[in-house]
């Protein structure tokens, strides 16, 4: 549903958008599920120092692959944002098999026994969501400001 709905202009249009809700949308998940994960499982693959520093790197880094994703999304063929949630998917195998590579599954002992192939496709589909999230955020604020008294279109004219 929410492919069909973002229309291939209305993509054109998220740039921006996008690259600010997904900093904001990875900076809150970091913090957000460092006290609950960084004992069990990341420490185990992070250095302690990096507990604090990777919410705003991981921002800054997932806001420049929003703009990496949008911008090969609308040069793929086929319906760009489709191809955006795709490449989020990706993205989440490539993380996940960098920290499986780190020792994610040897060393958390909540993992253990996982097997390598389920955590490296199960983020295929996780991470898909997360960006369908930001995907849905960008679009339904680019169309809350669109519709903003005074907002002028491509030709100039009041919308």
Not at 119 to 141: G, K, N, Q, R, T
């Amino acid at each position: 549903m929410l492919v069909r709905r973002i229309k291939l202009e209305i993509f054109r249009s998220l740039p921006l958008i996008l690259v600010i809700v997904s900093g904001v949308f990875w900076f809150l998940v970091w913090i957000l599920m460092s006290p609950y994960f960084w004992e069990p499982v990341y420490h185990h693959v992070f250095p302690e120092w990096a507990r604090w520093l990777i919410p705003p790197l991981y921002g800054i880094l997932f806001a420049l692959v929003a703009w990496l994703f949008w911008w090969l999304s609308l040069r793929l063929p086929g319906r760009p944002a489709l191809n955006f949630l795709l490449l989020g998917g990706l993205w989440g195998m490539i993380t996940h098999v960098w920290a499986i590579s780190r020792g994610l599954l040897d060393k958390p002992p909540m993992l253990q026994g996982v097997s390598p192939l389920s955590a490296s496709v199960m983020p295929i589909f996780e991470f898909m969501f997360y960006w369908c999230i930001i995907l849905m955020i960008s679009s339904f604020l680019y169309r809350l400001t669109m519709k903003s008294p005074g907002r002028k279109n491509s030709k100039g004219q009041e919308t």
